[in-house]
């Protein structure tokens, strides 16, 4: 999870929603990504979905059913489809997301019993260093954008 935590703070400092995703197998590091949508234009780059393709590219398989998936906070319904159709066997996340997690937190995509492909997953890995950097993150884009006024 730390890689993870190291790759959500690339995210921060080029002002991306600080998510990040490392994927392993076999021991070895064979993806590592953060969201990329602001800097690709991009709303389908994050860093989990950029870390999928990585990995199938390291592997030659569209299957990576060896991998484990490190992330730093849950994934959202978007990424938690493309984990199972890809056969991830293990997600590890972070902080949970109140507002659009899909691991249990709004939706549970990965424990559906109706989908051909159930991934374990471990919630809370860095839970406390992932909401630090989003609360930062969060925090200092309310501060740009100033106060809200009515009319």
Not at 5 to 19: C, F, I
Not at 94 to 112: P, T
Not at 123 to 151: D, I, K
Request: with cysteine.
């Amino acid at each position: 999870m730390g890689l993870a935590l190291r790759e959500a703070a690339r995210a921060l400092e080029q002002g991306e929603v600080p998510v990040g995703a490392v994927m392993v197998s076999a021991g070895s590091v064979i993806a590592r990504s953060h969201n990329q949508v602001r800097m690709l234009r991009d709303p389908t780059a994050h860093a989990e979905m950029l870390a999928i393709t990585q990995a199938s590219a390291a592997l030659e398989n569209e299957r990576l059913r060896t991998v484990t998936l490190y992330v730093s906070l849950e994934p959202c319904a978007m990424c938690a489809g493309a984990l199972v159709l890809s056969r991830v066997d293990r997600v590890v996340y972070g902080a949970a997301d109140r507002k659009a997690g899909a691991c249990g937190s709004v939706f549970d995509i990965l424990a559906d019993p109706r989908l051909n492909h159930r991934p374990v997953v471990r919630a809370g890995v860095g839970a406390a260093a992932a909401a630090a950097m989003l609360t930062e993150f969060f925090q200092s884009r309310r501060q740009l954008r100033g106060p809200v006024v009515e009319s």
